[in-house]
């Protein structure tokens, strides 16, 4: 709590601030899985000043099994209920009841940080006004790129101009198996069962390989950088579910690495974004992001390339990121004034050279610059209205698709 | 100027703040060359309303015949000497007279931005203790690695947890060198001439190329990371002077590229510091950092690495960093608590594999592993004394160095 009397000062930045010598801000945790036990060490370890200055008051489990120590408990009520709670750290994941809880939370005066991508990226319009009316901060460092820092640099970036564009590997599961399948040069179905063996993917991993997981990031890494809602369903997004290891010889024979890129660009009053694997050029320090590592990188007017790289996930990583955004929160972090505004997704007009694989290549047959073999093709320059149109012809369910870099 | 009443609350961090709603911080800018004309541009054009909230109020220049405008002036006195000016933007370079303008701006109580590497290696523990002594700032991210936000990233981490070690590459001319060489396979005589004529590299390019910049840059990383205090000059530094296209061909037939890197790593009691050519793995991305880009990496326990890539010189890029300082200045950034102090650097202990190209390889008989041609060795793994003994011995001023990355 801040006792401060100011004059001629607009002191709402610092009024959620708990920085008194003594006294610790209060956090409810929600969640004590992977991401959220990891918060919970990191603060209980308090290694620094400023970790000293965060308390975990209370911690919501699902089951009474996991009731091992007086902080934890299954009712959210006592939780969001506890006026002496300032922040909430939503680790729980899914779309409901984690939605609820937080707008709830938010609604009751308490900032709130999330490393739930999917739900954020679904409500987030409706969050971010919420915490606006209430004067309280909506943050989601650990929901884009895990422990990288790449949502609050980017906000840094715009303290002095826009961001024009982003790109990135934004998925550690997706880039462990291709890193993977072109060290052991095995198969996709092989590799998958390793990165899930060691951890990497999730028993049910269809958000990471078909691209979902880099879709939500990607429209909330538009809001970020952009102030740009849009509709992450709106995004073209492909995956790597249909990747065979012959199709990283053809990227090898190009002297490209396949990665899993999101990328936008703000078009003023719309966005260009998408999803999809690229054959990264060698030369490019992308295509050397090894295992489950990220890398996302901004470019904006005067500094030019601004790149990220750590780990994309993973608990202690992930927690790392909540707990900074928590730090934020509990010194009263400034924000940048934003302006957010619903844009439209449109890629029509992107111009792109693609690596496709598919029985029906007759179908691409207008837009083939080269034959590699029976069914792998590299196409000319091709507008993405025209190749969306071909994709929906050919209707291939195993067709696989990626951009080949300029 | 900021009015603020606060009790029960440790007002300090913001009392330099100029934030008040139509009042910008004024600033003083202490040379107008590359960076200082890139940080009043920056200014000047306003593209944000935190950038709208800093005014350059007054520009020193050298002559009569560069006053072209109203703010401009000869004499450092009308800028340190202005009650209004809160902030210095030092920007002159070279030792003196920058470090004693820099020394009386602190003491006059004002903050200062500087992104003069040299001077404020030499002068750092003085420099921050009359900041300290006297409540105001002393910020230089333009100072390490140009545009890349390092040094505000490194004290965010240290916000949870120390940092371990760091490594990196810190010199945009050297890389744009060692790129070109490699992509055009020339000589370093002509690549220099080059880089000069491209405005990469100055016209007394010792500092760059024999790796003092680079050193300036790790005893500062060392400052920010470790708190600790080291002697540049104990720093180990082996440059690119002496490098021949055939040891790029030596570095080619091991996978690995040759880049100038500094690193260090915080022993407690003393700092393992140095900055020499490594032979870097292909498969490591900052193998991939291309033309004039610094890419500068830290590791931490819970966060791992944590890599930035970007434009490590440049007059917009440096003008961004300094700008995000003077940013950070005007919102009276809390800075995390500090402990300075002095280290000794001792890489006595530092095993490394390296390769030497020497017209006296027979010195290095007892440490080779291979034997390349007549002049190129590989060694076994070896201690940082016994090889600094041998290179003592060898005394060969065109020897040229590298360490082996395992
Ligand atoms: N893991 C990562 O590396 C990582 C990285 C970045 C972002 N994230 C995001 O962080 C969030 C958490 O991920 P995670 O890996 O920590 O997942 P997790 O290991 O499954 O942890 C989530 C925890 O929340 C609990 N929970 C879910 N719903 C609950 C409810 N209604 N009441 C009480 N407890 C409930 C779960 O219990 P049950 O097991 O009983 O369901 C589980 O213990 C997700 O949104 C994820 O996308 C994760
Ligand atoms: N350029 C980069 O990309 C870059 C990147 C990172 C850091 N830095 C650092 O930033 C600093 C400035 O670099 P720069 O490239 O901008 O150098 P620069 O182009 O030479 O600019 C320095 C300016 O300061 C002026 N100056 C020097 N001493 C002065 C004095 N006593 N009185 C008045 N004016 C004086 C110089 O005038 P004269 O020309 O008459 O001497 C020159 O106009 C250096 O410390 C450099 O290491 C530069």
């Given at each position: ?20 010598q003594g006294i610790a801000m209060k956090i409810g945790l929600l969640g004590h899985g992977v991401v959220g036990s990891g918060v919970a060490e990191i603060i ?363």
């Amino acid at each position: 709590m801040i006792l401060c009397l100011c004059f001629e000062y607009n002191c709402a930045w610092i009024e959620h601030s708990s920085e008194i010598q003594g006294i610790a801000m209060k956090i409810g945790l929600l969640g004590h899985g992977v991401v959220g036990s990891g918060v919970a060490e990191i603060i209980d370890s308090g290694r620094s000043a400023e970790v000293k200055d965060l308390r975990v008051e209370k911690m919501l489990v699902r089951t009474r099994q996991e009731v091992t120590e007086a902080r934890i408990t299954t009712e959210v009520s006592e939780i969001l209920n506890d006026p002496e709670i300032e922040v909430i750290a939503e680790c729980m994941g899914g779309l409901e009841p984690a939605h609820t809880y937080v707008k709830t939370a938010l609604e009751y005066g308490k900032s709130v940080v999330s490393s739930n991508k999917k739900m954020l990226a679904a409500y987030y319009s409706e969050l971010m006004e919420i915490a606006e009316k209430n004067h309280v901060m909506l943050r989601m460092e650990a929901a884009v790129g895990g422990g990288i820092p790449c949502m609050e640099n980017l906000m840094r970036i715009r303290r002095i101009e826009p961001i024009d564009s982003f790109r990135g590997i934004f998925n550690g599961t997706t880039n462990y198996i291709l890193s993977a399948m072109k060290e052991e040069q095995k198969e996709f179905d092989e590799m998958l069962k390793g990165a899930q063996a060691a951890g990497y993917a999730e028993r049910n991993p269809g958000d990471d390989i078909d691209g979902f997981d880099v879709r939500y990031k990607v429209a909330l890494t538009c809001a970020q950088a952009f102030d740009a809602l849009v509709d992450p369903s709106d995004i073209p997004t492909f995956g790597i579910r249909n990747i065979h290891s012959e199709d990283l010889l053809h990227a090898e024979e190009r002297n490209r690495t396949i990665k899993l890129i999101g990328w936008a660009e703000d078009h003023g009053d719309s966005v260009m974004a998408m999803v999809m694997p690229v054959f990264v050029k060698d030369s490019d320090y992308l295509s050397r992001i090894p295992c489950n590592l990220n890398g996302i990188e901004s470019f904006s007017r005067t500094l030019g390339k601004a790149g990220f790289v750590g780990q994309g996930a993973g608990s202690l990583p992930t927690a790392h990121a909540v707990v900074q955004d928590l730090i934020d929160v509990s010194e009263g972090r400034k924000e940048v004034s934003r302006n957010l505004k619903k844009k439209t997704v449109n890629c029509r007009d992107r111009k792109g050279v693609y690596y496709i694989r598919t029985k029906q290549p007759e179908v691409f047959a207008e837009v083939v610059a080269e034959k590699l073999d029976q069914n792998c093709l590299i196409t000319e320059q091709v507008e993405w209205k025209k190749l969306e149109g071909l994709l929906n012809q050919a209707a291939d369910p195993d067709l696989f698709l990626a951009e080949v870099q300029a």
